[in-house]
């Protein structure tokens, strides 16, 4: 069985950081690309950042770029968020979501349970 | 960037009834859309992709047609499980990945 489970997340001040983790089990973890994606308390989801496999392409939202680094560890199994610069409007529900194993979908196929950060002084 | 707009923001439907949500896309996305149900404090979980093959154990009366800007999911037969938020996704051109706003599925 597929399994993504975050953790990380919590109480963090304006300006603060944080390292979002997501650990996966039940399939080849260092087989698939990774997203990061979020939602805010009562709205829709937004797309933050991509990392392929092998960690040669990785992409960002504009919201994002340059406050938000991605990486993983095949050997540990995870993907991470590092969040900085942290601002009211990040506080959000945060998931980690596999795409899909077809070359050229890009859809999400299983999602954690997410992960809420909350940016508050 | 490709803007994903989903309509109604909210739909009413009587168990039982059928449902139809719409998608529209800003750019041609040829069939490269997602559907996804999520509840209440739950993650979105996958139900259709290239608009229209359903998700392993997502049951047949959820179905996905559309192609080119124009995309519909229907719940044929709506059951009380049924009652979520729906999100439409492209992944035709990208970054970003863009979602629809949701329509949220409620009882009548």
């Known amino acids: 069985e597929v399994q993504l489970v975050e953790s990380g997340g919590g109480l963090v001040q304006p300006g603060g950081s944080l390292r979002l983790s997501c650990t996966a089990s039940g399939f080849t973890f260092s087989d698939y690309s990774m997203n990061w994606v979020r939602q805010a308390p009562g709205k829709g989801l937004e797309w933050l950042s991509y990392?392929?496999?092998?960690?040669?392409?990785?992409y960002y939202a504009d919201s994002v770029q340059g406050r938000f680094h991605i990486s993983r560890d095949n050997a540990k199994n995870s993907v991470y968020l590092q969040v900085s610069g942290l601002r009211a409007e990040d506080t959000a529900v945060y998931y980690c979501?596999?795409?899909?194993?077809?070359?050229?979908?890009?859809?999400?196929?299983?999602w954690g349970q997410g992960t809420l950060i909350t940016v508050s002084s | 960037e490709i803007v994903m707009t989903q309509s109604p923001a909210t739909l009413s439907v009587s168990p039982g009834e059928r449902a139809t949500l719409s998608c529209r896309a800003s750019q041609n996305v040829f069939s490269k859309v997602a559907w996804y149900q999520q509840k209440p404090g739950q993650a979105p979980r996958l139900l259709i992709y290239s608009a229209s093959i359903r998700a392993t154990g997502i049951p047949a009366r959820f179905s996905g047609t559309g192609s080119g800007t124009e995309f519909t999911l229907t719940i044929s037969s709506l059951q009380s499980e049924d009652f979520a938020v729906y999100y439409c996704?492209?992944?035709?051109?990208?970054?970003?990945?863009?979602f629809g706003q949701g329509t949220r599925l409620e009882i009548k």
């Open positions: 979501a596999r795409v899909s194993p077809s070359r050229g979908y890009y859809y999400l196929d299983y």
């Open positions: 990392i392929t496999s092998s960690s040669g392409t990785i």
């Open positions: 996704q492209q992944y035709n051109n990208w970054p970003p990945i863009t």
